[in-house]
């Protein structure tokens, strides 16, 4: 690929979050002003229950590849 490409990803993918960003912003700014803090809360709470699956999957896809290596050792 060449620059121009990559460099275009590059900036729509940085749109694409700044937008997810403001968008997240609103819905949470809306959601305090009508005092639906319970919402918030559960909201809250899946989300960090999906941040703690999507770490968990992550450490155990490098799993295997750690046992198999050897790690070094000092026989001094």
Request: positive net charge.
């Amino acid at each position: 690929m060449n620059r121009r490409t990559l460099a275009g990803d590059r900036r729509r993918r940085k749109m694409m979050t700044a937008l997810w960003v403001f968008l997240i912003s609103v819905a949470v700014i809306v959601l305090i002003y009508r005092e639906m803090t319970a919402v918030l809360y559960i909201l809250a709470t899946l989300g960090v229950t999906a941040l703690l699956l999507v770490v968990a999957m992550t450490d155990l896809a490098h799993v295997g590849e750690r046992s198999d290596q050897s790690s070094p050792t000092n026989e001094a």
